[in-house]
């Protein structure tokens, strides 16, 4: 069957029903085939909006993580809307935890590159070191991915409607109930002593790097060797002045006489 010139469908109306399947049937029940059945199209059709699957799943990402964006306001503060943009990241992940997997992969898909981008603008129109901005950015997205992940495996733990006696949980069971932070407790800690750690790490890091470059000592300059010939010519040279001396000292004699 020929495409049709125009679109049946809407790149947006595409994207909603692709995360549907996502999140209902999981990231592997996605496919053209599958996504054409949904939106009761052929599947020819979705290829007016995307080349492929890989496709796909980054407009589909990008529709989850759609409050995640370069900072939105010129007054707000880096370090205010940076772990803001975690917290939102974090959300949207445990929303859709399917896209966790295909989070990982986002340098390589391209997922958010223009956010990234502008981000990294504004960080150093704020003042932010250069060497600081990439750790701490990393930092902040591999906190909300690994914060996200351990959310929805403690949510499915919770949901699980087996029920334990108590007496036989094991230690970890026992703390798990006991803990004095959630998750989301947690989260907060964490994001609130993160930017002080790489800044301090970047500038340690700098500081040694510096030192050792001050400190290096000087490199030696090897001594010359002194080879047999010239040892044995500095010793005729002395023998040869003293002879000359003596053929002097008796020229003069003679004369005398």
């Known amino acids: 069957m020929a495409r049709p010139k125009v679109p049946l469908i809407s790149r947006r109306k595409a994207l909603e029903a692709a995360l549907g399947i996502i999140d209902n049937e999981g990231l592997k029940a996605l496919s053209i085939r599958r996504l054409g059945e949904v939106m009761n199209v052929n599947g020819a059709s979705l290829y007016h909006h995307f080349t492929g699957k890989d496709e796909i799943l980054v407009g589909v990402t990008q529709l989850a993580l759609a409050d995640v964006t370069a900072p939105r306001s010129e ?4 370090r205010v809307w940076l772990p803001l943009n975690a917290y939102r990241t974090r959300q949207a992940l445990i929303a ?3 896209l966790i997997s295909v ?7 391209g997922i958010g590159s223009a956010e990234v981008e502008a981000s990294v603008a504004r960080l150093r129109a704020e003042g932010v070191e250069m060497s600081v901005i990439a750790p701490l950015m990393e930092s902040f997205e591999l906190l909300a991915i690994s914060s996200a992940l351990q959310a929805v495996g403690g949510a499915k733990t919770a949901a699980d409607p087996t029920e334990v006696d108590p007496a036989e949980d094991s230690m970890y069971e026992q703390a798990q109930r006991a803990r004095g932070l959630s998750n989301d407790e947690l989260f907060e800690v964490v994001c609130a002593s993160l930017i002080a750690s790489v800044e301090s790490a970047v500038h340690l890091k700098e500081a040694r790097a510096s030192r050792d470059t001050t400190t290096s000592p000087a490199p030696v300059t090897p001594a010359k060797r002194t080879t047999r010939s010239s040892r ?3 010793a005729r040279k002395p023998a040869a002045a003293s002879a000359r001396s003596r053929r002097d000292a008796s020229s003069r004699s003679g004369r005398a006489d």
């Open 232 to 234: 044995g010519a500095t």
């Open 96 to 98: 859709h935890p399917e």
């Open 103 to 109: 989070m990982l992969r986002r340098v390589p898909l």
């Open 75 to 78: 007054t707000d503060s880096w």
